[in-house]
């Protein structure tokens, strides 16, 4: 279907640990899109990845689209205390115009001090 | 510069009642989706409004509707109210004009069905 899988469901660090959480799709993406929410909080708007293989980097994160477009992945180096939260990845619905999206479970990282 | 705006911030209704959430859109912004969010879950889309009409709608019954208004702003109606729709309920706000796909959420609207 059009579900993206989001792996881990949990993860926990020690701060200054590397984290990734992955986001897999079973059908060709035409763009992938990641949100990150604090706790109590609303998603945030991170990145949007479209092309195959694509990289981008924000200071210490890294968004990975694959080649065939059906993953992508975040990964944080040297997690600190303010990168808790949920962090999303959100796949646009076939058929959908921008802000139709399906959004995964999301993994849930907690940064021990 | 306000970004997306919702009220109240917390509601608490009983099952069989009606409510109704209210969403700002981000000055600049000519479209409003509404998502639910149960505990633990990720946003599921609800509907899309843009020109004031319902452009989109995800896989909600017919008791959630919408409305916007000719200011961009929007309502998230829910008639009948089950236990099961207690969630926070989020609006995002985009520049579909503009072909902007960055999506502005609002802080949600915190639903208690009891």
């Known amino acids: 279907g059009q579900q993206v899988m989001q792996i881990p469901q949990y993860q926990h660090v020690q701060e200054g640990e590397d984290f990734t959480t992955y986001c897999n799709s079973s059908?060709?993406?035409?763009?992938i899109q990641w949100y990150k929410q604090r706790p109590g909080g609303h998603p945030v708007f991170l990145i949007q990845l479209v092309k195959s293989g694509e990289v981008k980097k924000q200071k210490r994160l890294t968004f990975q689209f694959g080649e065939a477009k059906k993953n992508s992945s975040l990964h944080i180096t040297a997690t600190q205390t303010t990168d808790v939260g949920t962090y999303f990845c959100a796949r646009k619905n076939y058929g959908g115009s921008q802000g139709n999206l399906i959004f995964g479970k999301g993994t849930k990282l907690s940064v021990k001090p | 510069d306000a970004g997306v705006t919702q009220s109240p911030t917390h509601l608490i209704k009983t099952r069989g009642q009606q409510v109704t959430l209210r969403c700002s859109p981000k000055?600049?912004?000519?479209?409003v989706s509404w998502y639910q969010q149960a505990l633990g879950q990720g946003p599921q889309f609800i509907f899309q409004?843009?020109?004031?009409?319902?452009?989109q709608r995800g896989n909600f019954p017919d008791r959630f509707s919408g409305h916007q208004f000719p200011n961009y702003s929007s309502e998230l109606n829910v008639n009948a109210l089950l236990l099961g729709d207690s969630a926070l309920y989020l609006c995002?706000?985009?520049?579909?004009?503009?072909?902007?796909?960055?999506?502005?959420f609002g802080p949600g609207t915190r639903l208690t069905v009891t």
């Open positions: 995002a706000s985009s520049w579909l004009a503009g072909a902007s796909y960055e999506q502005y």
């Open positions: 059908t060709t993406l035409s763009n």
């Open positions: 409004y843009y020109e004031e009409e319902e452009r």
């Open positions: 000055s600049g912004h000519d479209t």
